[in-house]
């Protein structure tokens, strides 16, 4: 059985060296990272009955602090992300999703999906090629799957046109490089 977790006060010390150690393993935005730091000092504050809000100021200066060193970039997060996601074959609607979770800003947001000049058709042939999915699946059950294929894309973020013609294409027309 573990042992049970022992709890110190939050300080401006240990929360600069949990958020370090965080950022360390992981790219995070600032809104995560708060989040993350919060939840830190919820669970220290339940354990020792303290009041979490005395240490929102100490939270503020630490998420600023990780800001102003360049240890968090919302603006590379979201690029990284976007592009990282956008290879696996993901769609634009999934991803915006997905980083608007992560707490990426309305305008950050905007700014990277303008950005955006991969093709919708091509991300759709890569999800379907790593699902197995119309040209890529088995022949003998290509017809049979046609329709839980085309929900699958759908679901995905793909619209239904997309979708149609990734199933139902041949493949090598859609990937020439996947």
Known sequence: MPAERRYKKPTEVRLLRAAVHYLERYASTEANLRKVL?????????????????????????????????????????????????????????????????????????????EDTSDELDAAARYAKRRRFGPFADPAKRADRRTKDLAAMCRAGFDYETARRVIDGDGGELTNET
């Open 38 to 114: 919060d939840r830190k000092i919820y669970q220290a504050c339940q354990a020792l009955d303290l009041d979490p809000g005395d240490f929102a100021e100490m939270l503020d200066t630490i998420v600023e602090k990780c800001v102003r060193t360049g240890m968090v970039n919302d603006l590379g997060f979201a690029e990284m992300k976007f592009a990282s996601l956008r290879r696996k074959g993901q769609s634009k609607k999934k991803i915006e999703a997905h980083l608007r979770a992560k707490g990426v800003p309305p305008q950050i947001l905007e700014t990277v999906l303008a």
